[in-house]
């Protein structure tokens, strides 16, 4: 069974509109969130990461964090066409080196 | 500043014939470094990683080995390829073991036929 599940597997949203994209994992042991983006052909490149219960804003994006149910999303507003791409969310155990990546929701913003 | 180099960009092999994939990154001593493995459509698995020259730890086996042998490289690598290893892959360096971000090279797109 996959550890990281994302949520949802697609989504489309138009231009300017908010995105909302979930993940949590089966883990007990994670202590680190992270959120990649992956555009099409390309290597995956960090947009945020998250290690402490609550909120952290970086333009438009925001993520949140609830440790006890090991929930995390990440909010998109204003979305632009430049974001459409597949979005991965990794936990990971502080006593490792082992990342555990979610299949991704692929996200596409229509103009 | 770090820079991380994938070769090759691509590739297309045959069933049964080997295969040598390499990752070099410049600028950083003592990275920790990945290898990981993307089927079309699929999710990122970590195959192997390694803390330092010479040991290689393997996290899923998929017919593949992986080996260290200098401080700036990884190489990926096995005998004989089967059509389950066609795919993206791609190597990663990160700072230290935990709670650091990983920086992903290019990629190298591996087509078995």
């Known amino acids: 069974q996959q550890k990281v599940q994302q949520s949802p597997e697609s989504l489309i949203v138009p231009e300017g509109g908010m995105a909302s994209l979930n993940c949590t994992s089966s883990?007990?042991?994670?202590?680190y969130f992270w959120w990649y983006r992956q555009h099409s052909g390309k290597s995956p490149k960090m947009l945020m990461?998250?290690?402490?219960?609550g909120e952290k804003e970086e333009g438009r994006f925001t993520v949140h964090l609830n440790k006890a149910s090991l929930h995390t999303s990440l909010h998109i507003r204003d979305s632009q066409p430049s974001d459409s791409a597949l979005y991965l969310c990794?936990?990971?155990?502080?006593?490792?080196?082992?990342?555990?990546f979610g299949k991704g929701t692929k996200l596409s913003v229509k103009s | 500043a770090q820079t991380i180099h994938q070769w090759p960009v691509a590739e297309i092999k045959a069933v049964g014939s080997p295969l040598s994939l390499g990752c070099t990154i410049k600028?950083?001593?003592?990275?920790?470094l990945y290898w990981y493995w993307q089927a079309t459509g699929g999710t990122l698995q970590q195959l192997f990683y390694?803390?330092?020259?010479?040991?290689v730890e393997s996290v899923v086996q998929l017919n593949l080995s992986a080996s260290r042998p200098k401080d700036d490289q990884f190489i990926l690598s096995t005998e004989k390829l089967l059509l389950s290893h066609s795919g993206f892959y791609l190597c990663?360096?990160?700072?230290?073991?935990?709670?650091?971000?990983?920086?992903f090279g290019h990629g190298t797109k591996l087509s078995v036929l």
């Open positions: 990663a360096w990160s700072r230290d073991g935990g709670n650091e971000r990983l920086f």
């Open positions: 883990d007990r042991n994670v202590d």
């Open positions: 990461s998250i290690f402490s219960n």
């Open positions: 990794a936990a990971e155990e502080g006593s490792n080196a082992k990342l555990t």
């Open positions: 600028g950083k001593s003592s990275p920790n």
């Open positions: 390694s803390i330092t020259v010479g040991q």
